[in-house]
């Protein structure tokens, strides 16, 4: 890169119903420098369409399903950089320019360091989980602010169209080629769906679906296991 002329970043955001959370997300990523917005929308019956219309972004809808939905976005992405974000995320505005020197210095995909909108106990020991199994495993979640080099994100195949794991199918791909690297800059995600399905309770599902994707259970299997316990549509899942 030369100086002044950084790396364009397509943010990626896969909605579904969400206009609680887009615009807010939206304010904080809208006047970053050398950025494009892709909202990936995959049938949305509220208000998120109307609200995206207020800023300059691209707006596309897909088939539901945050695989199907970010790949759909990634093949219009403009940018030299994929940074894909969940809509109920909030981003420290720094982490634009580390991700261009994190990959000017050769790391070509990564994450940002997760935190949650409620700093109690609980909350505080998963995200030190999720730092430190993307630190030592190169395993990263969607809710952790994945980037990627655009042509590694393809040459690898991009996300598998799976209704669940995909992140995780990803990040398999992506360190076999290369460690990922975990950027200083925070992700706050909310906390809210793991309080609304039981913290211990949400927690304990989130692993035992793990265990069983690495067992072999085929991940429409676990989508069924996993809306069936939660009682909520796919697209609600932490």
């Not at 990263?140 to 080099?149: A, E, L, M, N």
């Not at 590694?152 to 195949?157: K, L």
């Not at 990040?171 to 975990?182: D, E, G, I, P």
């Not at 309080?195 to 429409?220: A, D, H, I, N, W």
């Amino acid at each position: 890169m030369q100086p002044g002329k950084p790396e364009k970043i397509s943010v990626l955001i896969p909605t579904y119903n969400e206009e609680k959370n887009i615009g807010r997300l939206l304010e904080t990523l809208v006047h970053q420098p050398e950025t494009e917005i892709i909202i990936c929308d995959g049938g949305s019956r509220d208000r998120t369409e109307e609200i995206c219309a207020a800023y300059p972004v691209k707006f596309i809808r897909s088939p539901k399903g945050r695989g199907r939905q970010l790949n759909a976005g990634a093949k219009l992405a403009t940018g030299e950089i994929l940074f894909f974000l969940h809509a109920d995320s909030q981003v420290d505005p720094n982490v634009f320019d580390q991700i261009r020197q994190a990959v000017m210095d050769g790391h070509w995909w990564g994450c940002c360091t997760l935190h949650f909108d409620d700093r109690s106990l609980f909350f505080r020991a998963v995200a030190f989980g999720s730092r430190l199994r993307a630190r030592v495993f190169s395993l990263c979640f969607g809710d952790q602010g994945i980037f990627c080099h655009r042509r590694f994100f393809w040459e690898e195949g991009g996300f598998p169209a799976i209704p669940l794991m995909e992140d995780l199918a990803l990040s398999h791909k992506l360190r076999r080629k290369m460690r990922a690297r975990v950027l200083p800059a925070s992700i706050i995600t909310s906390a809210r769906r793991f309080k609304e399905g039981g913290c211990f309770r949400t927690l304990f599902l989130m692993q035992k679906l793990k265990l069983l994707y690495y067992l072999g259970v085929s991940p429409e299997r676990l989508a069924v296991m996993y809306q069936g316990r939660r009682k909520k549509p796919l697209w609600n899942r932490p």
